[in-house]
């Protein structure tokens, strides 16, 4: 009879692994009750090789966010148009919001001390972008706007969704970008 070796995990392999393995923990017990010790069993490995790499569940979980619903930062809309941008980028927040869950949400927002503020600032990085593009094509006189403008559409929506028990309707995001974002950027973008 052969003899059956495992073969020892590492790296990226084994990074993916416990990604998935920390997505299927989450979508089965929730985040009020995920543990890193879950986590690790799930994915056969022990929890001190989670630790080496997250600080925390609140990242480990931000992580597996990430590489199962991808990045809106990987792949910014592009419609051709400021307004179409924008709505874009909100849209693609309130499909993640979907796909994450208001659980998820409020228990990383209870624990957002713990995380590092890098991915919070991914949004203002793509709404930097979608206004540059639009300064190019000539839609606004600059893209040189103070950060709680650019991020302004963002930090409403994100206020929508903290507070909201179901999905953000496409009615307020509407609201956000012509109401409030457009006419805020074209008072505030100075050539």
Same mark, same amino acid.
């Given at each position: 009879?052969?003899q059956?070796?495992?073969?020892?995990?590492r790296?990226?392999?084994?990074e993916?692994?416990?990604?998935?393995?920390?997505?299927?923990?989450?979508?089965e017990?929730?985040?009020?009750? $995920?543990?890193?010790e879950g986590? *690790?069993?799930?994915?056969?490995?022990?929890?001190? %090789? =989670?630790y +080496?790499?997250w &600080?925390n569940?609140?990242?480990?979980?931000?992580?597996?966010?990430?590489h199962s619903?991808?990045s809106i930062?990987?792949?910014?809309?592009?419609t051709?148009?400021?307004?179409?941008?924008v709505?874009?980028v909100?849209?693609?927040?309130?499909?993640?919001?979907r796909?994450?869950?208001?659980?998820?949400?409020?228990?990383?927002?209870?624990?957002?001390?713990? $995380?590092?503020?890098?991915?919070f *600032?991914?949004?203002?990085?793509v709404?930097?972008? %979608? =206004?540059? +593009?639009?300064? &190019?094509?000539?839609?606004?006189?600059?893209?040189e706007?103070s950060p709680?403008v650019v991020?302004?559409a963002?930090n409403?929506l994100?206020?929508?969704?903290?507070?909201?028990?179901?999905?953000?309707?496409?009615?307020?995001?509407?609201?956000i970008?012509?109401?409030?974002f457009l006419?805020?950027?074209?008072?505030?973008?100075?050539g």
């Open positions: 009879m052969p059956q070796t495992s073969q020892r995990r790296g990226a392999a084994l993916e692994t416990i990604l998935e393995a920390a997505w299927a923990e989450l979508a017990v929730g985040y009020a009750r $995920l543990t890193m986590v *690790a069993a799930r994915a056969r490995t022990g929890k001190q %090789v =989670l +080496r790499r &600080r569940r609140a990242e480990l979980v931000v992580a597996a966010m990430r619903t991808g930062a990987d792949q910014p809309p592009d051709g148009e400021l307004r179409g941008d709505l874009a909100l849209r693609r927040m309130v499909e993640r919001q796909d994450i869950g208001q659980d998820v949400i409020h228990g990383l927002l209870a624990e957002a001390p713990d $995380l590092d503020p890098g991915p *600032a991914i949004m203002s990085e709404m930097t972008g %979608v =206004l540059e +593009r639009a300064a &190019r094509r000539g839609e606004i006189a600059s893209a706007l709680r991020s302004t963002t409403l994100r206020h929508e969704i903290l507070f909201a028990r179901h999905p953000v309707p496409d009615s307020t995001l509407v609201e970008v012509d109401e409030v006419p805020l950027v074209h008072a505030t973008a100075r």
